[in-house]
Structures are given as structure tokens and as C-alpha cells.
């Protein structure tokens, strides 16, 4: 008989009474669920409590809760010293370890203990669920339910169903998730499940920019924080979540997948972790850390204006319009001839393709043009980006120019789809194949990123806001210049955006 996670005395048990176990505890006892707590230090168990308590109590002195609601939560935990204690559950969440063989050994403890109709979840961030309940007798009542952390803090909760799973498990899961005050989202087994994977198209794609010399580690984390409209920059979330943790991870979702182009790891993350600069943890990452402050390199001002005029490519019309009403603003004098005058500043609006490409295939003078991103930023932090044969003046009042009424520019190198283009198509691009994958619905992907990962839009929106026919063109622009298949657009994305559909489009 299916489990009904919504009837008020329900018990749980949790295995593993570390940041993650503690966490789930906290959030279920909270929302009135009783748990038995299990960890095999048992000196844990009681330090998870204690935390627990100072946690409720916090929340207690701030107003979030009543002093009766944290008495009434910490008499909903037990701590059990045997696991023959979760008996009686029946819901058990497993939340030891990242290792495949101990999930497997407790997992089979847990079977000869619960009853046969009891759910058996683990909170794995990496491992599959599939393969885990491989080794059960019943592995239609496994599953996973990931938690992220920090678990009181982080509403979302990834359920996913492995091949063998019973739909009824993800229903009592969903159901459970939300006693928590967790925003649940459904998914089918698959390697990073959902949240992991899209983070790939963030971290590593910005790791392969630099690596080609575009920009440094700030200006990239500029261009992508004040720009793009993300909470942080890729290189301090690097830095944050420590390379020891993300690129491991990295390198197993590449495996998981047969090595798919997609989510490719970067050889100067490898040569970074080995070097041990393993971020804010240890005092040094991509930026060094003195008494836990970032220190951030400071950024240049810019040069003034030159007051030359400015010719804008026509090519692109709304970049033309968008770009032309800032120079108009400004006050710079708008060379309006069919081809630009002999001394005038050239500025062209590509959509993926770089700016040397642009510039031969609309016959300018490659040593005054340069691009500026109309896609992204164009209001909060522009960028501006050279070819190889830019000369310093025509740089020098580019870079002028576009920061001359106080927004900031950030001034890179040639680059296909520039900084911000080629990062959101490569975001927008994973979401569609979860999508094509059915991995899961393009709703829950867009909730459990923006809840998951803090990304100011999920992968879809973010294809919705520049355009699914702009997404397709940065990526077949990416694709043709690098002949990387780490750039095909996804099935999903191509005949949406061909069709002129919403990436939300549903097919009957």
C-alpha cells in the first residue's frame, strides 16, 4: 500500500547526522513531521541536535517562529543508537557520504529493517539513483530526494525517479517535500540530475573563455554579475563552493555521460585543484583571501572620450536602434552615411559571431570596428570587444564612449557571441535537452535553477528574453568558428525557434 506522506503522525528516519542529515531533520521536524535520527558516530547525532536547537532558536529570537513551535519541533526528534530503530518508518532518507559502495551497504541495512512497503530515498548529489537501488531487493521504493545546502536555507528539493521507481514513491515524496517547506521538483534519473547539469553550462563554459585569453577571471565575473543579472560571478562561485568539490563533479557527470561535448571539464581546472587553489576555504583561489575578505583586483577607469564620430552597422537592426540611442544620449556626434567616414569610431552589434568575422563579412576597416554586446548589459554593464587588428586610439574611445554616461564597460577580446551571449546560450541550450530528455518538465527546470542555483532566470526564460532564434543563432555561430560539437543546439531548441514557438512549446 502506497505510503500517505500528508497523515500527521507519519515517521521518518534519517541516516546521517551531518550538514545535510541535520538539515533535512531540522526542516521536517519543523514542519511537523516526527523523525528518528541515526548516525554510527553517536556523538554526532547529539551535536546535530544541540545544532538543531540553536537554529530553531534563532529563528525563534528573530520572529519566524513561536518558542512553543521550537519546543513542539525538537519533541518530534529521536535519536537512535541502532538502526533496527527505523523499523517502524516509513519514509528513510539516507544522507551519508558521496560513496557508492557505503550508500550500497546501508541501503541494504535499511532493507532488512523497514517494512516492504516503506521508501527508501538517498540524498546522493551525484550518484545514481538507478545504480544505488540496483542493489536492493525492492528498487521500486527507491529514490532519490536531494536537498541542497544549506537545507533550511535552500528551498528546493530535487525528487528523482530512478528506471524501477514507483510512481507513487515521487507522489509521497512531492507530498513530503512540501511538509518541509521545500519547493519540490520531478525528475527522471540522469547524470547531475537537473540542478548539476545546468550549472555545468556557468561554471565551465566561463573557465573556457578565459582560458583562450577574452577577459581575466573579474572582468568575466563583472560582465556576468552587473551585466548578465547573476548573484555571482562564476570565479567567486568557484572559489566559494571550492574546486576540490565542483571539479570532481564535473569530471563525473562528463563520464556519466559518455563523454558528451557538453559538459567537456577545463585542463586549467584540473591544473588548479593540483595546485591546491581550492578557493575561499584555503586563502586562495581564483582570487586570494586575507582574514576570509576577497580581494579584488581594482578596475581601471576608463579613458576619456575622443569625441570622434561613431558609425553603428545597420546590419543588426535592433542592435543598430539600441546602440544609436545611446550614442545619441550621450551626445557623441552619429556618423549617419551608408559607409562609415574615414576617421570614425566603427561599432557593430553581432549576434554570436566575433567581431573579425563581422567585421571581413561586411567590408570594414578591422582596425576601427569593435562590438558591443545588445543582447546583454547594454544598460547596466556594457561590453565592448576588439579583433586582433584594433588600434589603441579606436580602442581608447570605444571604451570611452560607452561608459561617457556612467554606465561601466568592460573591454575584452574577440570572442564568438561575445561574453554574456555565449554563456546564456550555453545555459539555455542544456535546459532544452533536459527537456528533449524528458528529464523533466520545462517548468520544473526553470523552478529548480532559479531556486537551485540563484540564476536570476531559469535556462528556458533565459532563451524567452534574448530570443529562442537568437539562442539558435549564437550556437550555430559557436559551432561553425570552434567546429565544436559542445555547441549543438539541442533538438528541443532548434525546431522551436525555427518554428517561431515558445521553448515552453508542449507537443501533443
Known amino acids: 500500500m502506497p505510503v500517505d506522506a500528508s497523515k500527521k503522525d507519519l515517521l521518518i528516519g534519517i541516516t546521517g547526522a551531518g550538514a545535510m542529515g541535520r538539515g533535512i531533520a531540522q526542516v521536517a521536524a519543523a514542519g511537523g513531521v516526527k523523525v528518528r535520527l541515526y548516525d554510527l558516530n553517536a556523538d554526532q547525532s547529539k551535536e546535530a541536535v544541540d545544532f538543531i536547537g540553536k537554529m530553531l532558536g534563532r529563528a525563534a529570537e528573530k520572529g519566524q517562529m513561536t518558542a512553543d513551535a521550537v519546543s513542539a519541533a525538537m519533541g518530534r526528534i529521536e535519536v537512535i543508537t541502532d538502526v533496527k530503530g527505523f523499523a517502524p518508518c516509513e519514509i528513510v532518507i539516507e544522507a551519508a557520504t558521496e560513496n557508492l559502495e557505503i550508500k550500497k551497504k546501508i541501503f541494504a541495512q535499511l532493507e532488512a529493517v523497514v517494512a516492504d512497503g516503506a521508501i527508501i530515498a538517498t540524498n546522493t548529489s551525484s550518484l545514481s539513483v538507478t545504480t544505488i537501488a540496483s542493489a536492493c531487493k525492492r528498487p521500486q521504493r527507491v529514490a532519490g530526494f536531494?536537498?541542497?545546502?544549506?537545507?533550511?536555507?535552500?528551498?528546493?528539493?530535487?525528487?528523482?525517479?530512478?528506471?524501477?521507481?514507483?510512481?507513487?514513491?515521487?507522489?509521497?515524496?512531492?507530498?513530503?517535500?512540501?511538509?518541509?517547506?521545500?519547493?519540490?521538483?520531478?525528475?527522471?534519473?540522469?547524470?547531475?540530475?537537473?540542478v548539476n547539469q545546468v550549472g555545468r553550462g556557468y561554471n565551465i563554459e566561463c573557465q573556457h573563455i578565459q582560458h583562450e585569453c577574452v577577459a581575466g577571471y573579474a572582468d568575466i565575473d563583472r560582465i556576468l554579475r552587473e551585466g548578465a543579472g547573476f548573484r555571482m560571478g562564476p570565479f567567486e562561485l568557484l572559489d566559494l563552493t571550492a574546486l576540490d568539490v565542483t571539479h570532481p563533479a564535473t569530471e563525473l557527470i562528463y563520464n556519466q555521460f559518455y563523454q558528451e561535448p557538453r559538459y567537456r571539464p577545463s585542463s586549467v581546472m584540473r591544473a588548479?585543484?593540483?595546485?591546491?587553489?581550492?578557493?575561499?576555504?584555503?586563502?586562495?583561489?581564483?582570487?586570494?583571501?586575507?582574514?576570509?575578505?576577497?580581494?579584488?583586483?581594482?578596475?581601471?577607469?576608463?579613458?576619456?572620450?575622443?569625441?570622434?564620430?561613431?558609425?553603428?552597422?545597420?546590419?543588426?537592426k535592433d542592435g543598430f536602434r539600441a546602440l544609436a540611442d545611446i550614442v545619441e544620449g550621450i551626445g557623441a556626434p552619429l556618423d549617419r552615411g551608408d559607409k562609415p567616414g574615414r576617421d570614425s569610431l566603427i561599432l557593430v552589434t553581432p549576434v554570436g559571431e566575433d567581431i573579425t568575422t563581422t567585421a571581413l563579412a561586411q567590408g570594414l576597416d578591422p582596425a576601427r570596428t569593435l562590438g558591443v554586446d545588445s543582447l546583454v548589459g547594454l544598460k547596466t554593464r556594457r561590453t565592448v570587444m576588439t579583433n586582433p587588428a584594433t588600434q589603441a586610439e579606436f580602442r581608447a574611445s570605444a571604451h570611452g564612449l560607452m561608459t561617457k554616461d556612467g554606465v561601466k564597460a568592460t573591454v575584452i577580446r574577440d570572442c564568438p557571441g561575445f561574453i554574456g551571449q555565449r554563456v546564456i546560450a550555453m545555459i539555455c541550450n542544456i535546459g532544452c535537452q533536459i527537456a528533449q530528455f524528458g528529464t523533466a518538465s520545462p517548468e520544473d527546470i526553470d523552478k529548480a535553477v532559479v531556486l537551485g542555483l540563484n540564476y536570476p532566470n531559469?535556462?528556458?526564460?533565459?532563451?524567452?528574453?534574448?530570443?529562442?532564434?537568437?539562442?539558435?543563432?549564437?550556437?550555430?555561430?559557436?559551432?561553425?568558428?570552434y567546429g565544436d560539437p559542445r555547441y549543438r543546439p539541442s533538438p528541443w531548441l532548434r525546431r522551436r525557434a525555427s518554428l517561431g514557438l515558445s521553448l515552453f512549446a508542449k507537443e501533443i
Open 146 to 194: 536531494h536537498f541542497f545546502n544549506p537545507v533550511p536555507l535552500m528551498r528546493l528539493v530535487e525528487v528523482i525517479e530512478g528506471i524501477l521507481t514507483e510512481p507513487w514513491v515521487g507522489d509521497a515524496l512531492i507530498t513530503l517535500g512540501k511538509r518541509m517547506t521545500r519547493e519540490p521538483v520531478r525528475l527522471k534519473d540522469a547524470p547531475g540530475f537537473l
Open 272 to 316: 588548479r585543484l593540483e595546485a591546491g587553489l581550492l578557493g575561499r576555504k584555503v586563502g586562495r583561489g581564483y582570487y586570494s583571501y586575507e582574514g576570509g575578505k576577497q580581494a579584488v583586483p581594482e578596475e581601471a577607469a576608463p579613458p576619456a572620450y575622443d569625441g570622434r564620430p561613431v558609425w553603428i552597422s545597420p546590419v543588426e
Open 458 to 481: 531559469g535556462p528556458l526564460t533565459f532563451g524567452e528574453v534574448l530570443g529562442p532564434a537568437n539562442i539558435l543563432r549564437i550556437l550555430n555561430a559557436l559551432i561553425c568558428f
